[in-house]
Structure formats: structure tokens, C-alpha cells
């Protein structure tokens, strides 16, 4: 039998398993690089987070990733390079935290890497008549990282999740249900990365069919996008000052919202492709705001986040939604974001991740541990009925080092 064949049975039988998960969200600021220990695997999954750093990207790295993210028209051949120089980059990374935490390469029994999403096209919103099915493409090869760090790689998760009937994301009803279900309290887990997403886990013991996760409309991409915009030294805004120094435009925050993406049916996703730049110069054009101030642009694209998670929420929870929410992702650093987002859902109970032990930005990163946890040791997880379309499914293409 293959070597590493042998191996991965092994480690499935292994009481624990010590995995590094990856994450490159569309905000580009750098490789979120998480060390877990993952005992056991199901609802009696324990984690233990080791080390966790972000490696910030250069501004080549962003420049080389922005030539192909979610544009309707790129380089073939650059697209085609870009796919292995990024899986050599971020198996370099994480050599250089494994080296940093002195620990050795022989030492970890698997890397699952998320890759770089540059296009997410759900059917409802590319509407391609030739095409009737949902797609995604992530880059930065599995086998690439696989070679390069010496570890069994798993990757290239989202793909499993639409062949079984998904659309590719969110997928984080998985790790959220197996990793942080209460029996004392309903929960709200609230992604606030580039597009904002919320996982809902009813109590633990309660009908696991209830459980689902669904976008709600950008998050920070269009913010950072418009601050790059006005101010192209600047990859966001810090602390959300400038947000904070503006006032919201009604008119402008109507014309945002009228967007069909906001009244469709959950579960739903959506991705920069659609939430960028033309989305709002086409809203601002009927609003009559395109020499409306950076600062309240920014507080009317803060409100619209805000609205996106409140609206859905009370499509599914009703009009006063009373739910302890649990926020992650750049979104929970924001205050002028987490005010909103307080004035919008007020019977709402607002904290981060960190109160139940997982660190907000390093959150999205062992999620994707945990999928690799159960692809190797774990069973299909069955959660969120028909309609939610989570499938029960192991997700992860695996990649051999030899």
C-alpha cells in the first residue's frame, strides 16, 4: 500500500489529529494560518488551538490576486499560473509559521487549505441559460502545498458541496454546529469578512435540521473598496473612523437595498461579483450621490451591512429577533459596524467568538481544520433539511506529498 495511504489510516484512528488550516479571504490581507489539535471528531470534536497567525500579503501578492478576483474577463495564461504560484506561496507561509512556532513539518499530520476564491457564481446569480448548475473557483493547488511543505494536503473543499446539491457557501453550518452548539442557548454565529454570512445552531439536542447558514450581502468588500478607491494607500478603514465621521444617506442606502439579492428566500450566497464597485456607482447614480463625501459613503455602506444581516435575520426569526450573536471575521474589530449592527437587531446579545473560546479572525482558518478532521476521521455530518442545502457530505480533495 502506498505510504501515505497507510498513513492517513492511521491517523484516522488516532484519538487526536494536529492540522493546519489555511484561509485567504477576499478582503487579501494575508494567509490566516491556524495550528489545531482536533480530539476526536462529530459533535465530541474538542479543539485546541496551538498557534495562529496571519501572514500579511505584500502589495504584489494583492496586485497579481486583484488581475483575476471577480472579474468578468481575465488572462487565461495568467489565471493558469497564478494557480500553483499560489499554492507554492502558501505552502512557503506556512513553513515559515511552522519554523516560527518550532514546529516540524513531520510533526503535523495535515494542512487544509481553503485556497483563494476569485469567482463565485451561484445559478441565481449568473443566470448563464447554457450552464444551469452552481460554480466556484478557488486557487492556489493542493498538490502545490502538498509538495512543498511535505504534508498530506486536503483542499478545493467548496466543490463537493455543489456537486452534492450546495452552492459552494457558506460552509461554515459544518464547524459551527460541531464545534460550537449550546444546549443553553439558540446562537447567531456572525462572519463579518468581505460578504457577511450567519450561521443558526438551535440548542444542542434540538432538531439539527433547523440548523443553516446563509450570506446576507457584503460585509467589508465594498467598504475597502471605496476607501482603496479614494485613498489607494489605505486597505481599510481602521477602527471605522471614517465611517463614523459621516452620516448615513437615506437615499443612498434605498437605492443599495433595492437590489433583488436582498428580498430573495435563505439560504442564499452571493460574492464581490456582484457587491463591488458598479453595484454602488450604479445605486449612487440614481440616488443622485455620486459627489456624496467618502465618510458618509462609508456610513451608508456600513448601514447597508448591518441592515443585510438584520433583514435576514427577521425573514427567519421574525421582527424582534432575540438571539445571542456571535461575531468573527474583520467586521467584529469594527465599531462603527458593530453599532449598526446593535441598532438594527437591539433584543439582539452581541459578542465576539473569543467568549466561547475560538479567536474571531482565526476562526474561518480551523473551520476548515475541522473539515479536513472529518474527512479523514469523521462521518458526513447531517444538519439543515432540504431547503437549507447543507448536503451531508466529506468535503476535500486530497493531495499526497509523494
Known amino acids: 500500500m502506498n505510504s501515505y495511504l497507510t498513513r492517513l489510516y492511521s491517523m484516522a484512528q488516532q484519538p487526536s489529529r494536529r492540522i493546519v488550516g489555511l484561509m485567504s479571504g477576499t478582503s487579501l490581507?494575508?494567509?490566516?494560518?491556524?495550528?489545531?489539535?482536533?480530539?476526536?471528531?462529530?459533535?465530541?470534536?474538542?479543539?485546541?488551538?496551538e498557534h495562529f497567525a496571519t501572514v500579511p500579503y505584500s502589495n504584489e501578492v494583492r496586485r497579481r490576486i486583484r488581475e483575476v478576483f471577480a472579474g468578468g474577463q481575465v488572462s487565461l495564461e495568467y489565471l493558469t499560473l497564478l494557480h500553483p504560484w499560489l499554492g507554492l506561496l502558501h505552502g512557503d507561509m506556512i513553513l515559515q509559521c511552522l519554523q516560527e512556532w518550532q514546529v516540524a513539518p513531520a510533526a503535523v499530520d495535515l494542512v487544509a487549505s481553503h485556497g483563494q476564491t476569485v469567482y463565485h457564481a451561484p445559478q441565481h446569480q449568473h443566470q448563464h441559460p447554457d450552464f444551469p448548475l452552481n460554480a466556484t473557483l478557488q486557487l492556489g493547488d493542493g498538490d502545490h502545498v502538498s509538495v512543498r511543505?511535505?504534508?498530506?494536503?486536503?483542499?478545493?473543499?467548496?466543490?463537493?458541496h455543489i456537486a452534492a446539491g450546495g452552492e459552494g457557501a457558506p460552509l461554515a453550518a459544518y464547524g459551527d454546529y460541531l464545534l460550537l452548539s449550546?444546549?443553553?442557548?439558540?446562537?447567531?454565529?456572525?462572519?463579518?469578512?468581505?460578504?457577511?454570512?450567519?450561521?443558526?445552531?438551535?440548542?444542542?439536542?434540538?432538531?439539527?435540521?433547523a440548523a443553516f447558514s446563509t450570506d446576507t450581502g457584503p460585509g467589508n468588500t465594498l467598504l475597502d473598496a471605496?476607501?482603496?478607491?479614494?485613498?489607494?494607500?489605505?486597505a481599510y478603514d481602521e477602527d471605522?473612523?471614517?465611517?463614523?465621521?459621516?452620516?448615513?444617506?437615506?437615499?443612498?442606502?434605498?437605492?443599495?437595498?433595492?437590489?433583488?439579492?436582498?428580498a430573495a428566500p435563505l439560504p442564499k450566497t452571493t460574492g464581490p461579483e456582484l457587491f463591488g464597485p458598479a453595484y454602488l456607482r450604479s445605486a449612487q447614480e440614481r440616488s443622485d450621490t455620486l459627489t456624496l463625501g467618502l465618510a458618509d459613503t462609508l456610513a451608508t455602506l456600513t448601514e447597508l451591512s448591518a441592515v443585510g444581516v438584520a433583514q435576514a435575520a427577521r425573514q427567519v426569526f421574525g421582527s424582534e429577533p432575540a438571539l445571542a450573536v456571535y461575531a468573527s471575521g474583520g467586521g467584529a474589530h469594527n465599531p462603527a459596524l458593530q453599532a449598526a449592527l446593535r441598532r438594527q437587531l437591539p433584543a439582539c446579545r452581541f459578542a465576539t467568538t473569543?467568549?466561547?473560546?475560538?479567536?474571531?479572525d482565526a476562526k474561518e482558518a480551523i473551520l476548515f481544520a475541522l473539515l479536513a478532521n472529518e474527512a479523514v476521521a469523521g462521518q458526513p455530518v447531517s444538519l439543515g433539511a432540504g431547503r437549507q442545502r447543507v448536503p451531508a457530505v466529506s468535503m476535500g480533495k486530497i493531495s499526497l506529498p509523494g
Open 354 to 360: 473569543e467568549q466561547l473560546g475560538i479567536l474571531p
Open 240 to 262: 471605522g473612523r471614517l465611517a463614523s465621521a459621516g452620516q448615513v444617506h437615506a437615499g443612498l442606502l434605498t437605492e443599495l437595498l433595492a437590489h433583488p439579492f436582498f
Open 29 to 49: 490581507d494575508g494567509l490566516d494560518v491556524a495550528l489545531c489539535r482536533l480530539h476526536g471528531h462529530g459533535t465530541a470534536t474538542r479543539l485546541e488551538l
Open 182 to 209: 449550546s444546549t443553553e442557548e439558540e446562537r447567531l454565529l456572525l462572519n463579518l469578512g468581505g460578504i457577511a454570512n450567519f450561521t443558526y445552531l438551535p440548542r444542542a439536542g434540538q432538531d439539527a435540521s
Open 226 to 234: 471605496t476607501v482603496r478607491a479614494h485613498h489607494p494607500m489605505l
Open 149 to 160: 511543505t511535505g504534508i498530506i494536503t486536503l483542499s478545493d473543499f467548496r466543490q463537493k
